[in-house]
């Protein structure tokens, strides 16, 4: 085996070991979420949730319709619904986003990743200075002296963080 395929073999395994460690080490403490969204997850609703306002449960239906959409489809509907009743109150995305999250336990952790899709820069990526990336010969490089924040045309990836949450409709036997 030649020389730099040793090196870059090498690379790879303790990239991955790097990456194996970080799931083992992983707990609610040392991750992303802010500390409202780890009171929710440590003391979970014990009740159903019940929506009484027309409003709210309007938008909550428009968004739960549109989960699988871009942004731009609530946002066409929701102004085409104000314009049509423009005394009703039509709950912003991001607003309806945060009382679904308060409501479930679900929230987004957003990361950073390659324009290309190829990698998030998460784990042993996640603190690198190093993260605007260029391609050569169908592979993927680190460009020294760049930052994350200076990169603009970034991508970024959404994981769920799922926490407890009560099944009504689980029957009792």
């Not at 509907?77 to 009703?88: E, G, I, W, Y």
């Not at 039509?90 to 308060?102: D, E, G």
Request: glycine share 4%; charged share 25%.
């Amino acid at each position: 085996m030649p020389v730099r395929w040793r090196a870059r073999s090498a690379r790879s395994l303790k990239t991955s070991l790097e990456f194996i460690s970080a799931v083992k080490d992983a707990s609610l403490d040392n991750g992303d979420l802010d500390s409202d969204s780890l009171a929710r997850l440590r003391d979970p609703p014990t009740h159903p949730i019940e929506i009484n306002n027309a409003d709210l449960r309007f938008t909550l239906d428009i968004f739960l319709a549109a989960t699988r959409a871009s942004e731009e489809v609530f946002n066409v509907v929701r102004q085409a619904s104000l314009r049509r009743h423009p005394d009703d109150k039509v709950f912003t995305l991001p607003s309806i986003k945060k009382k679904v999250a308060k409501w479930t336990g679900v929230v987004p952790i957003l990361s950073h990743m390659c324009p290309n899709t190829c990698m998030a820069y998460t784990g042993p990526f996640a603190n690198k200075s190093v993260n605007q990336l260029q391609e050569v010969r169908g592979r993927t490089i680190f460009l020294q002296g760049t930052t994350r924040h200076a990169k603009g045309g970034c991508r970024r990836i959404t994981i769920k963080e799922h926490g407890p949450r009560r099944d009504d409709n689980t029957e009792a036997n």
